[in-house]
């Protein structure tokens, strides 16, 4: 077993193994039959709790969900973890502190799937590179920009640039940019040459300057696609004329999550064995 809380902790062709498991996801019915993975959620999401929730149901599994307040209790964590791995096979935690995640999973032998941090989104990150895969020639070859400031989503474009080998830019004010990604505050020269544009909400003194529209992705590469993070706001990062354009790559592209969390689950429990099946 295997935690899944950085996606810089696994080899590209261990990612790449996540992704074949999804492309068969069909071949692993009832793997969780009698399993039950314990959930920690705050109510504001609803596309990754969703779609957790349903991927265990048709894996033929049990969920069972708690508000991430749950852990911040005054027991210590280890004593938690202890018993909570009598009984789950897997647990899934939306935690603003990565480091929580990194002490239960030295605190238990069942794998630990991180659904947000503020430091990161790796599900997410692999359910977008694998809609990004059926759809783009090459997607590793294409030339990513992420339009926001530092935060836990532009952290995750980065850590998923440097796990799979990909280009990425960013466009923000200088004193917004992520360590270690070229930053180049002037949009229209940005947006440039790019491919795929990822945003994310920002903060309100770069809302208009900064604001994605159907005008500025015309002046990307031919074929670009805008993939911005939900929950997106029209008339802040992005434009309402963007969002009803082609250029939106639309709600189903995240319907990879589904059969992505699945397979990182399915990864996670098994581990290399999974290979061998
Ligand atoms: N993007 C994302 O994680 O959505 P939710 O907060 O709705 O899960």
Redesign the pocket.
């Known amino acids: 077993m295997q935690s899944f809380i950085r996606l810089t902790d696994f080899k590209k062709e261990e990612l790449f193994e996540i992704f074949r498991i999804a492309d068969n996801i069909e071949d692993y019915k009832g793997f969780l039959n009698g399993k039950t993975v314990v959930m920690f959620?705050p109510s504001?999401?609803?596309?990754?709790?969703?779609s957790f929730e349903k991927g265990i149901y048709l894996l033929g599994g049990q969920s069972i969900l708690f508000d991430p307040s749950t852990l911040d209790k005054k027991e210590d964590l280890k004593d938690v973890c202890g018993y909570l791995q009598n009984w789950a096979d897997a647990v899934v935690v939306?935690y603003k502190d990565i480091d929580l995640l990194d002490r239960m999973s030295k605190s238990m032998n069942i794998p630990v799937i991180n659904?947000?941090t503020d430091d990161n989104?790796p599900c997410?990150m692999m359910s977008d590179l694998y809609s990004l895969s059926k759809i783009r020639e090459d997607f590793l070859k294409d030339e990513y920009l992420f339009v926001g400031a530092s935060g836990n989503i532009g952290k995750a474009w980065k850590e998923a640039a440097d796990a799979f080998c990909f280009s990425l830019t960013q466009s923000c004010p200088d004193k917004y940019s992520i360590q270690g990604i070229e930053n180049i505050a002037d949009l229209r020269k940005a947006i440039s040459g790019k491919d795929i544009v990822c945003t994310d909400s920002f903060p309100k003194d770069m809302a208009q300057e900064y604001q994605v529209t159907k005008e500025l992705m015309e002046m990307a590469n031919s074929n670009a696609v805008l993939n911005p993070?939900?929950?997106f706001y029209r008339g802040e990062e992005v434009s309402e004329d963007v969002i009803d354009s082609d250029f939106f790559v639309g709600y189903e592209f995240?319907h990879s999550l589904l059969k992505i969390q699945q397979a990182i689950l399915i990864y996670c429990i098994c581990g290399m064995q999974v290979m061998n099946l």
């Not at 504001?44 to 709790?49: A, V």
């Open positions: 959620f504001s999401s609803i596309r990754t709790r969703v939306r659904a947000l989104h997410e993070c939900p929950p995240k």
